[in-house]
């Protein structure tokens, strides 16, 4: 690859395993899939082979050899499983410079490790239930879709939650005719510019057991989610459902579908960690850059111990860079 514009991983949580399966995506991708980490080469496992940069545009000059970095002061060590609160600033002020580098143009996608929001929360006041609305903050408060997938499963799942990162019980009244809306042109959107697929086909799940069952278990289905999807169709969406979500995930329903709006966090995750926990990807929808990270948490349980597993991270980052390059084409065309 000799793309000067590569993936720039932002560090996440030091105390996590963020930097271990930074190590060790590097070792597996090195010049095949250059990339630059941004944060504190203290942090980094003992004997990872890293050399400062300068510039992104100098990674694929030097990751055959080590993994590039991109220096970023943190004024504590990381112990493994116990987030430093005085490091919580600097966690999401790489974030941020992290995304000013991908709008300049200096890097060609954001792959984010993982973060975790209690800690920056108690550490620096951190206002925002995740990265995913922290980003679209950065992005100038664009509306945004988190999709999580796995181009690994055949058929692939994709699989975007409405609501996000609230408690169950809000769920009903967030799960909004616009919101919904929203949620299915930013999903069609993704799928025919960055995914390549010109006739994208979304279905939706229903918000009840069994769809509703015809109003005995709730009437969503009825009342409002089945008449936006017929409306939606007769405009040229390719939608179908409202679905019941518990027979939308095995083999022969995933071919009938190239992503699946789900109504709430657990509905639409559940099933892609369960079907593919190593190697799903995070996706945020909506943003004026790429943005990946994979799918799973600092996992404090077991970080310092060598056993993480990198496989979602290289999965995040194959697709940030594949991503990446479908945007530069779609730009010079």
């Given at each position: 690859?000799?793309?000067?514009?590569?993936?720039?991983?932002?560090?996440?949580?030091?105390?996590?395993?963020g930097?271990e399966?930074?190590?060790?995506?590097?070792?597996?991708?090195?010049?095949?899939?250059?990339?630059?980490w941004?944060?504190?080469?203290?942090?980094?496992?003992?004997?990872t082979?890293?050399?400062?940069?300068?510039?992104?545009s100098?990674?694929?000059?030097?990751?055959?050899?080590a993994?590039?970095?991109?220096?970023?002061?943190?004024p504590?060590?990381?112990?493994?499983?116990?987030?430093?609160?005085?490091?919580?600033?600097?966690?999401?002020?790489?974030?941020a410079?992290?995304?000013?580098?991908v709008?300049?143009?200096e890097?060609?996608?954001?792959?984010?490790?993982?973060?975790?929001?209690?800690?920056?929360?108690?550490?620096?006041?951190?206002?925002f239930?995740?990265?995913?609305?922290?980003?679209?903050?950065l992005?100038?408060?664009?509306p945004?879709?988190?999709?999580?997938?796995?181009?690994?499963l055949a058929?692939p799942?994709?699989?975007?939650?409405?609501?996000?990162?609230i408690?169950l019980?809000?769920?009903?009244?967030?799960?909004t005719?616009?919101?919904?809306?929203?949620?299915i042109?930013l999903?069609?959107?993704?799928?025919?510019?960055?995914?390549?697929?010109?006739?994208?086909?979304?279905?939706v799940?229903g918000?009840?057991?069994h769809?509703?069952?015809?109003g005995?278990m709730?009437d969503?289905?009825?009342?409002?989610?089945?008449?936006?999807?017929?409306?939606?169709?007769?405009?040229g969406f390719?939608l179908?459902?409202?679905?019941?979500?518990?027979?939308?995930?095995?083999p022969a329903?995933?071919?009938r579908?190239?992503?699946?709006i789900?109504?709430?966090?657990?509905q639409?995750?559940?099933?892609?960690?369960?079907?593919?926990?190593?190697?799903?990807?995070?996706?945020?929808?909506?943003?004026?850059?790429?943005?990946t990270?994979?799918?799973?948490?600092?996992?404090?349980?077991?970080?310092g111990?060598?056993?993480?597993?990198?496989?979602?991270?290289?999965?995040?980052?194959?697709?940030?860079?594949?991503?990446g390059?479908?945007?530069r084409?779609?730009a010079?065309?």
């Open positions: 690859m000799t793309d000067r514009q590569p993936v720039i991983v932002s560090c996440g949580e030091p105390a996590g395993i930097p399966v930074a190590a060790k995506a590097w070792a597996r991708l090195r010049a095949r899939l250059p990339f630059v941004l944060g504190d080469p203290a942090h980094l496992p003992a004997g082979a890293y050399k400062h940069i300068s510039h992104p100098e990674a694929a000059d030097v990751a055959s050899e993994l590039p970095v991109l220096l970023h002061g943190f504590a060590p990381a112990t493994p499983g116990q987030p430093a609160p005085a490091n919580a600033a600097e966690v999401i002020a790489v974030i410079r992290a995304v000013a580098l709008q300049a143009g890097a060609a996608a954001l792959c984010t490790a993982p973060i975790h929001k209690g800690a920056l929360h108690a550490g620096a006041g951190f206002a239930p995740g990265h995913t609305e922290y980003l679209a903050h992005a100038g408060g664009v945004v879709a988190m999709m999580l997938a796995s181009e690994a058929p799942l994709r699989v975007v939650p409405a609501t996000i990162h408690a019980r809000e769920v009903p009244k967030a799960f005719p616009a919101l919904l809306r929203q949620t042109a999903t069609e959107a993704a799928l025919r510019c960055d995914f390549g697929i010109a006739l994208p086909r979304i279905a799940a918000l009840n057991p769809a509703g069952e015809a005995a709730g969503e289905e009825t009342r409002w989610i089945a008449p936006l999807v017929a409306a939606l169709r007769a405009v390719t179908s459902g409202p679905h019941p979500a518990d027979t939308l995930f095995h329903a995933r071919a579908y190239d992503a699946v789900c109504a709430y966090h657990d639409a995750l559940i099933p892609i960690k369960t079907l593919d926990f190593a190697g799903g990807v995070n996706l945020t929808l909506g943003l004026p850059f790429v943005r990270s994979p799918d799973h948490g600092t996992a404090f349980d077991i970080a111990q060598g056993i993480a597993d990198a496989s979602s991270m290289i999965a995040a980052l194959e697709m940030a860079a594949r991503l390059a479908a945007r084409a779609a010079r065309a």
